[in-house]
């Protein structure tokens, strides 16, 4: 059985504003690290969906 884990809003935060900055600026420098940081802020992000709708509430 999967536990979930309530993660803090500045996570979900991190991911949008990490998202916004790789996928807009880095990816001017790099596309290759623009992408591969672009790909880890989703899952970030995907994460904080998950924990805002299976996590208990406390």
């Known amino acids: 059985m999967v536990k979930y884990v ?6 979900m935060i ?3 504003v990490g998202l916004l900055v ?4 880095i990816a001017d420098f790099s596309v290759t690290w623009g992408f591969a940081l672009s790909v880890v802020f ?3 992000f995907i994460a904080s ?3 805002m709708t299976k996590a208990p509430v406390k």
């Open 42 to 44: 989703v899952i970030m």
């Open 22 to 25: 790789s996928a807009i600026y």
């Open 6 to 11: 309530p993660l803090k809003g500045s996570f």
């Open 49 to 51: 969906i998950i924990s």
């Open 14 to 16: 991190a991911s949008v």
